[in-house]
Every structure is written in structure tokens, then in C-alpha cells.
């Protein structure tokens, strides 16, 4: 009825449906509840709710499209998976432990990719990571703040995820080289050969490059063309 309360209890009589619209400027609340369209100023909550059509949140505060299952944030028209539009978009992943005792290569935050692929390592189970980026704490031990690194991690098939480079708190960066010491600090390990090129630069692949790497003879670094 307009302007009154409606109430649905019991096992039997839990869920709302109206094949009209249902409109309301109170509080809906139900175990399930269906309506071709469903507007109000208030709160609207349930154990579960269920949508034939596509949900809308306000304007384009939020936006699932139930037919390709994508979700637009800012945006009614997302082309991805998960699409934020704004002015300037701004994404916050917020560590939330605070104990003023974060350990040196404690882990703040990450962001992970996955895959399904049922061979090799993990044998696609969740928790399998095949990269990710990291903030990682640099502090030292017990210390009351942190200082965030970046850390990309890699892997090859049939391996674990490892570190391939690491940007620290001062801007530098280690590639090979969780420590970076320098603005750009590159450690490739012993050599495989008798030769091992580190670096090469080039206009124009294997035809105009310069190279810097290690020669074996002369047991030093050198730098050729």
C-alpha cells in the first residue's frame, strides 16, 4: 500500500516480487526479492538478491551488465571486465595492519596474475602465481614506518614466480640485484660462457649496437660494437 510499511516474514513468505516496478523511499529488506525495475532512496538489502536485467547504481556510480558480465565503475558502458572511469581515475590498495613493527622485505601490498592452465607448476590452482607486482617494505627490522619498493616477479613454465627487478625507496633500480645501489644497478649472475653480454643498445637489431658485457680473456667488463 502507498505511504505504508510492508513486512514479509516467514520460511515461506520471505521474498518480495512484483512483475511491476517497485519503488520505496524507506528500507527494503528481504531473503529474496524480483522486480522488473527497483527504485529507492533508501537501503535495499538481502540475503540475496536477484537481477534478470543489468543493475544500476545511481547514474554510473556502479553498473553490471548481467549479458557480458562486466562491471563499469564511473562508466554504463564498461569494455572490460572490470572498467573505472573518472576525471582522473585513482585505484587505492590500502595495507591495512598497523603495528609499528614492519620487518625489512615485509609484504605491504601486490597485485597478482593468475592462470588457470591446468599443466606444468600449480597445476592451475589458485595461489598459483605466473607474475605480480609487489610493495615491499624496505625498513629495517622493527622499524615504525614503512618504505615502499616496487618488485616485479616473473617465472617461467613449470617454475615458480622470482624477482626479475626491484625499484627501491631512493629510485633506483636493480635488475638481477634485490639491492640496488646505484640508479640503475644490473647483476646477471655468473657467466654461463666464457662471454656474457649484459646490456646492448641498438638502432637497429643486430646490425647497429653496442654491447657491454663481460670478456672471459681480458677477465674485466668491456663494451663493444
Known sequence: TTGTAATVTGATQS?????????????ITSGVWNAGAVTSSGAISG?????????????????????????GIGTTS????????????????????????????????????????????????????????????ETTDNAPANAGNLAFYISNYNTAENEAMRIDKAGNVGIGNTGPSYPLDVDVGAPATADKTVARFSSQAGIRDIAL?????????????
Not at 521474498?15 to 528500507?27: C, D, H
Request: aromatic residues 6%; contains cysteine; charged residues 15%.
Open 78 to 137: 564498461p569494455l572490460g571486465i572490470l572498467e573505472i572511469a573518472d576525471t582522473v581515475p585513482k585505484v587505492i590498495i590500502r595495507n591495512t595492519i598497523d603495528d609499528n613493527d614492519w620487518d625489512e622485505d615485509e609484504l605491504i601490498s601486490e597485485v597478482v596474475f593468475q592462470s588457470s592452465d591446468q599443466s606444468g607448476i600449480g597445476s592451475g590452482l589458485q595461489g598459483y602465481n605466473v607474475a605480480s607486482i609487489k610493495c615491499i617494505n
Open 15 to 27: 521474498a518480495i516480487t512484483s512483475t511491476a516496478n517497485l519503488a520505496t523511499v524507506g528500507t
Open 47 to 71: 540475503t540475496t538478491g536477484n537481477f534478470s536485467g543489468n543493475l544500476t547504481v545511481d547514474t554510473d556510480t556502479l553498473f553490471v551488465n548481467t549479458t557480458s558480465s562486466n562491471v
Open 213 to 225: 658485457g663481460w670478456d672471459d680473456g681480458l677477465s674485466m667488463m668491456g663494451m663493444w660494437t
